[in-house]
């Protein structure tokens, strides 16, 4: 059985970080006038702070398979679902 590859997300776009001048992973709007940015994580001097991966997110685009026991998310809805679900609960935790 062949899987089909979902289109990349239109409110996603790869850029350079004007202050940083690194290429992100990309920003997604999330509303007018408010952005999210996507970052690599090797760009931080503590990445040891950082919380532990919480799934895997357009998993249909994947450069090869991993093996873990994080969900793994294929196409567009599945990913903005999965990634939802585990970013919101933190963010307003705060």
Do not use: Q, W
């Not at 999330?30 to 895997?56: Q, R, T, Y």
């Not at 294929?74 to 933190?90: C, D, H, K, Q, V």
């Amino acid at each position: 059985m062949s899987e089909s590859r979902s289109a990349l997300p239109k409110n996603l776009n790869r850029e350079i970080c004007s202050s940083c001048k690194i290429p992100p992973v990309g920003y997604m709007a999330l509303a007018p006038g408010l952005k999210m940015c996507f970052l690599p994580s090797h760009v931080f001097e503590h990445v040891g702070d950082f919380p532990d991966p919480g799934l895997h997110t357009y998993y249909d685009h994947r450069v090869g398979d991993i093996e873990d026991s994080l969900p793994k998310r294929r196409n567009y809805r599945a990913s903005n679902l999965g990634f939802t679900e585990f970013i919101m609960p933190r963010l307003l935790a705060r």
